[in-house]
């Protein structure tokens, strides 16, 4: 038993979770409304002049680049990441003339899906 929570341990470490903690699950967002919104200070690196939204449909797989020119946004549409409905992965990159930074954490959402359906459909009588 030992032995199985110190793997647990080292791989909560390695994957940056507490242990007995599972990953987040995936929201399903409205298309439409959805905004992807992060922080971001002018730390020991040179300024920012533009961020890098970077999504794609597997984790770790960005097929989709977003680029925004200004030093100030902290937030973007997400039909305007994206290509559509679906599950979709997403990061963002601080990046200047010297190059680009490390990555944000991920996130994983559902855009645009259906909502599930009714059950328990009955007829009453007045």
Same mark, same amino acid.
């Given at each position: 038993?030992?032995?199985?929570?110190?793997?647990?341990?080292?791989?909560? !470490?390695?994957?940056?979770?507490?242990?007995?903690?599972?990953?987040?699950? !995936?929201?399903?967002?409205? /298309?439409?409304?959805?905004? /992807?919104?992060?922080?971001? !200070?002018?730390?020991?690196?040179?300024?920012?002049?533009?961020?890098?939204? /970077?999504?794609?449909?597997?984790?770790?797989?960005? !097929?989709?680049?977003?680029? /925004?020119?200004?030093?100030?946004?902290?937030?973007?549409?997400?039909?305007?990441?994206?290509?559509?409905?679906?599950?979709?992965?997403?990061?963002?990159?601080?990046?200047?003339?010297?190059?680009?930074?490390?990555?944000?954490?991920?996130?994983?959402?559902?855009?645009?899906?259906?909502?599930?359906?009714?059950?328990?459909?009955?007829?009453?009588?007045?």
């Amino acid at each position: 038993m030992q032995y199985i929570l110190a793997i647990a341990g080292i791989l909560a !470490t390695l994957l940056s979770l507490p242990v007995g903690v599972a990953q987040a699950q !995936t929201i399903s967002v409205d /298309l439409a409304t959805a905004k /992807l919104s992060w922080d971001w !200070t002018q730390g020991a690196g040179g300024a920012v002049t533009e961020f890098h939204v /970077l999504c794609g449909q597997s984790p770790g797989a960005y !097929t989709r680049s977003k680029v /925004l020119v200004d030093p100030l946004a902290r937030s973007v549409m997400v039909k305007d990441a994206i290509l559509g409905a679906g599950k979709w992965f997403c990061v963002v990159t601080a990046a200047n003339a010297s190059g680009e930074s490390p990555p944000t954490n991920e996130v994983g959402f559902d855009a645009g899906v259906r909502p599930a359906a009714p059950s328990n459909l009955k007829v009453q009588a007045q």
